[in-house]
């Protein structure tokens, strides 16, 4: 067997990875929160690895909070769905092209296997060995002349196979019919001709035959050996001699298993990829009758099986929600995960889960504080960088705590990690919301989009959305977002779309809205004007803005 093709062995990975995941369009707080709780979980439960995720892009607050804290950005997750290399086997025994059938099928038997993956020289997968490849040669060779004329294999090969010793000619490929010479020797019917192989035992005028014949192999069985005139005249006609302690048939069984597991193998095997989505490739596997599918990489190489019985109750994957307990916001394929934990501020949205697991849902002004109160009870502290990005999540979300949901837990919070990190909460909230807004010239399809949620209703979906800015930096353009959010509003299919522009200095929201704008207005006590609700005083979507327009339908 080739070194490319030797055995492999997984590697040690944890009991689970738990994705720590806030909502889609992510906000500062969902953000600091993944990163926050991730770090706290991960020292507290150090059998699993707790790996903080983005559902989305990162607004220009988020940038400029983590670049102040010299935090790293989370990876982006695309979906929790399970990816083939969730539940692939990882440790899996393939051969060689040029490796011999029967020690592949030894193999196989040995450890009953179904399936092998053979590799080329370079390590690629070329085929698979199967059972069924393996069962077909048998049977046709019992009904046929066995025969090499389709799997040339090399004289070493066959003298290993049989357990034998080569004492003349060359160590080059033969590709002839397979005999056992059991007849007279003078029998003309015996088929024998130019580059055949024979096989036959201690009879001296059925060897020189064969020789005479320019057979490209002899193969001597029952451990006798020629005498030294049938060597000498095999020398020179160059035909190569075996001798072998085995008899004859089982000599004549072996001649072919020694032959090339590339002349056997299945050429065009299924093959898949570690990240293709489980769901979309089981019905492939469930088609092939080896009914496994080879994983390779980029490259072509193999890196796994994936067999059927891997379709049957995989293990989900496993996720910890923060900042959200709504579906439609949350990582899609959601529904089919393992949620271990939820931690969020909201209200108690559409998510289900399968078994009882712990939920935290607490009126405080953002999820961070919820999370720097775990720390406290845990009695550790974050490290620097996750602190700041706590504080600035909870600035971000209280409005450097102005906002009507702001609570005294959130005031001891901050002040308890400004404290810890010697900065002044106040600056450095309006440094942040100043530095990290860039709303005068983002694209307004970026603006519709920024910290955007989806929120169920009887009827159907509401979305709402939030601009915060630090002075009238949408005034110029209030007009250009609501024509916008109308073309959103059509595309979607939404009950009800809404924008909310929020000046945090003045403390005053323009609620744009399209669709039920009706709903908009019984909500708000007040008629909108072209489209826009005039909200004094009002900054929290999650308290003031949401909780309204759902009661509305």
Not at 473 to 479: E, G, Q
Request: proline content about 5%.
């Amino acid at each position: 067997m080739t070194a490319a093709a030797r055995p492999r062995t997984a590697q040690w990975r944890p009991v689970s990875i738990i994705h720590v995941t806030g909502h889609r369009n992510p906000d500062t707080d969902s953000i600091a929160a993944a990163i926050g709780y991730a770090e706290l979980q991960g020292r507290l439960d150090p059998d699993n690895t707790y790996v903080p995720v983005r559902l989305g892009d990162l607004n220009a607050q988020t940038r400029w909070v983590l670049g102040q804290a010299g935090a790293a950005e989370p990876a982006f997750l695309a979906h929790v769905m399970l990816r083939v290399r969730d539940v692939m086997q990882e440790e899996f025994y393939a051969a060689g092209v040029d490796d011999p059938v029967r020690e592949v099928g030894l193999t196989m038997a040995q450890d009953r296997l179904d399936i092998v993956p053979i590799v080329d020289h370079d390590g690629r997968l070329a085929g698979v060995m199967t059972e069924r490849a393996l069962a077909r040669r048998y049977i046709r060779e019992s009904r046929a002349a066995s025969t090499l004329v389709d799997t040339p294999t090399r004289v070493a090969a066959i003298a290993a196979s049989v357990s034998g010793r080569q004492v003349a000619g060359e160590d080059g490929p033969v590709a002839g019919r397979v005999w056992v010479f059991a007849m007279d020797a003078g029998w003309a019917q015996s088929g024998i001709s130019a580059g055949d192989v024979v096989v036959v035992g201690n009879r001296t005028d059925a060897q020189r035959l064969a020789i005479e014949r320019d057979v490209a192999l002899l193969v001597v069985s029952n451990g006798v050996a020629p005498d030294d005139d049938t060597l000498r005249l095999a020398r020179e006609r160059g035909t190569a001699v075996v001798l072998s302690p085995l008899d004859s048939y089982v000599c004549g069984r072996m001649t072919t298993l020694a032959a090339p597991c590339s002349a056997l193998m299945d050429a065009d095997p299924l093959t898949v990829r570690g990240n293709d989505v489980l769901d979309d490739v089981s019905e492939l596997i469930k088609d092939v009758h080896y009914r496994a599918a080879v994983v390779v990489d980029r490259d072509g190489r193999p890196t796994g099986l994936l067999r059927r019985s891997h379709l049957v109750n995989p293990e989900r994957r496993h996720v910890l929600l923060v900042d959200h307990a709504e579906q439609a916001q949350s990582v899609p394929g959601i529904e089919k995960a393992h949620i271990v934990e939820i931690l969020d501020h909201h209200h108690i949205g559409s998510i289900e889960t399968r078994v009882p697991v712990r939920a935290t849902f607490d009126p405080v002004g953002s999820t961070s504080t919820l999370v720097v109160e775990r720390f406290r009870q845990a009695q550790v502290e974050p490290t620097r960088p996750t602190a700041v990005v706590l504080l600035g999540a909870i600035l971000s979300d209280t409005v450097i705590l102005n906002s009507p949901t702001t609570t005294e837990r959130d005031r001891l919070a901050v002040g308890h990690l400004a404290g810890r990190l010697g900065l002044d909460p106040e600056r450095f909230g309006r440094e942040m919301f100043e530095s990290g807004s860039d709303a005068a010239d983002a694209p307004i399809e970026e603006l519709l989009n920024r910290d955007h949620k989806e929120y169920e209703t009887g009827e159907g979906l509401v979305s709402i959305a939030q601009v915060e800015t630090a002075g009238e930096v949408l005034v110029d353009r209030i007009s250009e977002l609501r024509d916008g959010l109308r073309v959103q509003h059509d595309r979607n299919g939404h009950l009800l779309s809404a924008l909310m522009v929020t000046d945090i200095l003045a403390k005053h929201t323009q609620l744009l809205v399209a669709g039920d704008v009706a709903a908009a207005e019984r909500a708000f006590g007040t008629e909108a004007d072209e489209g826009i609700i005039d909200l004094p005083g009002v900054m929290s979507r999650k308290k003031q803005v949401a909780p309204q327009l759902m009661g509305a339908f």
